[in-house]
């Protein structure tokens, strides 16, 4: 791996972590349900970036299977969370 | 995944990984520090368009010159953002137009 792509990988590890802190914190002082909802959307999302950016640095093509499952169940985890506030229940 | 890359290919996947990292740290500063809810429904989004086609690009490239042949999957990642991502946020604001108007009445009454 060159010197160019290494550093850039690094870059991006250490801006989408800054951003998983942001966003937790964001969880953390939420003040109402669906804040928190948002930056739990926000916070999977980006875990999801990170799982794609281990896959360039480990050169591994498994990551990116795992990165698609972190999205299919990140949306059913939001919408499940956004039908709760809105009925109560979930499955009626 | 022998073959090193040659140079263009590493620094376009350099620029699109910095880009991608920096629209997902501006998405999450926007979420902490803009003041009301209906600001803060927009700031993700930037991480979960520019960011996520920004890696997604990025993977392709590398992971196609690694192989020698085209690797289209990774597209799929944001391709299925961009179709879950409006529909969570829809369902997200319903929720919150609902719970605001409930404690509109709660307090009127």
Redesign the interface.
């Given at each position: 791996m060159?010197p160019?792509?290494r550093?850039?990988?690094m870059?991006?590890?250490?801006?989408?972590t800054?951003?998983?802190i942001?966003?937790l914190?964001?969880l953390l002082i939420g003040p109402?349900?669906?804040?928190r909802?948002?930056?739990f959307?926000?916070l999977y999302?980006?875990a999801?970036?990170v799982i794609?950016?281990l896959?360039?640095v480990y050169?591994s093509?498994s990551y990116?299977e795992a990165?698609?499952l972190i999205?299919?169940f990140g949306?059913v985890g939001?919408?499940a969370m956004?039908?709760f506030?809105?009925r109560g229940e979930i499955i009626e | 995944?022998t073959t090193?890359a040659p140079?263009w290919v590493?620094?376009l996947?350099?620029?699109l990984?910095?880009l991608?990292?920096?629209a997902?740290?501006i998405?999450?500063?926007g979420?902490?520090r803009l003041g009301s809810?209906w600001q803060?429904?927009h700031?993700?989004t930037l991480?979960?368009t520019l960011?996520?086609w920004c890696?997604?690009l990025?993977?392709a490239a590398?992971?196609s010159f690694?192989r020698g042949q085209p690797f289209v999957?990774?597209l799929?990642?944001p391709l299925?953002?961009a179709l879950?991502?409006p529909?969570?946020t829809i369902?997200?604001t319903?929720?919150?137009i609902?719970?605001e108007r409930v404690a509109r009445r709660a307090r009127a009454d």
């Open positions: 060159s160019l792509l550093w850039s990988l870059f991006a590890l250490g801006c989408l800054l951003a998983m942001l966003a914190a964001r109402r349900a669906q804040d909802v948002l930056a959307d926000a999302l980006e999801m970036l794609l950016a896959g360039l050169r093509s990116f990165a698609l999205a299919l949306f939001t919408t956004s039908k506030l809105l | 995944m090193a140079f590493d620094a996947t350099a620029v990984l910095v991608g990292g920096l997902a740290l998405g999450a500063l979420l902490l809810f803060r429904v700031a993700p991480g979960a960011g996520t890696f997604a990025a993977t590398q992971v690694a999957h990774a799929l990642i299925f953002i879950t991502a529909i969570s369902f997200l319903r929720a919150t609902f719970r």
